[in-house]
């Protein structure tokens, strides 16, 4: 039976407490990868490359007003294997190629953004699996990356993306045996501390990553030492009807099916992953919805997801259906597709975020001692600022009151009933606990990684592991949210 709890409250704490802030929002800067398919082939006289000094589209332009105009720091920049190297399979890096491409890998770095280097031949080479029985070897994509490796070791914005959307593997610890050989390599040329992603089976989806063994395949693959530092689980999904990126529409924000559980795997395994793809229509209103509320769940679980990427701008018109490519010029001034302005932009307004400040109007919380029973959508994201002399250091202080927002814009069916007239609130794990009562409490947030026991006053406890975090609140754990 469910128990619940009303807090109306004014916060008087002196520490500020910022939840969702995820370490990187970016764009994918397309145009070296075009003429690469899903077979691995790649057709290097289609590649449309983002330059204007290569008479291309004016990426770095882009990438410029992305930084400055929307908060990006992170920019993905995909190109064909076959390009690099000029068709030679095992070859050495093309002067011409590589050249052209890094001019595209300067004008990203002279942005102050991470780079992201990607090669787009979705786990082939001309229709051949790497790694397996007449693919490539581990020893020729090793190559590859052992000379990248070399190229950017001394770039520490430079992140290595070892492979775009691998698929159909027969084996997937044979893969994770050639992402390792890549690893190897780039580590062994001297980049040492620079992110590298990891990528999976099934075109690297969220949603089938710990299902299909891509997670555990990977989770073995190490540095040098032995380490897992900076070797993050690359992570692609759309949400059209399919998955495959290539309907206007948006059918779902696929947290339940894909992003919360891999959360929890994630969380419990002590991993991070990058969302490097993903997008909708510019301007439909289902993707404007559904992204939004995508990205407010990664904001609000940004101690496992690094941020995300959308598909794409560079080369793409602005009448591509998933085109996030500015309209305008440096010169005329640029203006966002809406899907950049509303959801991924630094200030995005479709995103939802709950701000509040010491004396704000009351606000409305709900605590149950057993089941959840609401849900929030879009999850809410809090950030709080307060004012008073409650010092950081302290423990734990008794506080009858929590700084709630102006509105509230969630309604509860059936209503809460009962109001906690005075609260604990512990600075170390960030929980509210009740006087009298153990309950789920509503938690502000004072650091990343939740709690594991709660304690009352009176020395009882609440043995539950792992918060899950909704928004900038603490709701209860993950055996309660519903």
Known sequence: MLTAFLVVAFLTLSFDVAVG???????????????????????TSSVYAPLARLQGPDGAG??????????????????????????????????????????LVQACLATGSYCLIDIHNYGRWDGNIVGQAGGPTNEQFASLWGQLGTKYAAESKIVFGIMNEPHDMPDIDGWAQSVQAAVTAIRTAGARSQMILLP????????????????????????LDGSITNLIFDVHKYL???GS???????????????????????????????SETGGGSADPSCLTNVCELFTFIEANSDVYLGYLGWAAGSFGTDYILSMTPFGSAAEGWTDQKLMSQC????????????????????????????????????????????????TSTTSTSITSITGTSSWPYTFSPAPTSVLS??????????????????????????PSGFSTVTTASGSAVAKAGARETGGNMIGDDECLR
């Open 240 to 242: 059209d009807s399919d």
């Open 422 to 447: 005075s609260l604990f609130v512990d600075l170390g794990k960030g929980a509210i606990l009740s006087t009298s009562t153990v309950v789920h409490p509503l938690h502000i947030h004072n650091g």
């Open 344 to 391: 991924f932009a630094a200030n995005s307004s479709g995103r939802s975020t709950l701000t509040a400040t010491a004396a704000s109007a009351a606000s409305t919380a709900l605590l149950s001692t057993s089941t959840w029973a609401y849900t929030f959508s879009p999850a809410p994201v809090l950030s709080m600022t307060t004012s008073t002399s409650v010092p």
């Open 62 to 103: 882009q990438m410029l007003h992305f930084t400055s105009n929307d908060g990006m720091n992170i920019f993905r920049l995909p190109v064909g294997w076959q390009y690099l190297v000029n068709g030679v399979l095992g070859g050495t890096l093309d002067q011409k190629g590589s050249a052209d491409y890094d001019l």
């Open 200 to 223: 999976g089976n099934d075109y690297t989806s969220a949603e089938s990553f710990v299902s299909g063994g891509s997670a555990a395949a990977l989770g073995k693959v190490t540095n």
């Open 21 to 43: 802030d995820v370490q990187f929002r970016g764009v994918n800067i397309a145009g070296f990868d075009f003429g690469c398919t899903i077979d691995g082939t790649c057709i």
């Open 245 to 275: 990126g290539t309907h206007v529409g948006c059918v779902s924000n696929q947290i339940d099916t894909s992003f919360s559980p891999l959360a929890q795997y994630l969380r419990t395994n002590k991993r991070q992953a990058l969302l």
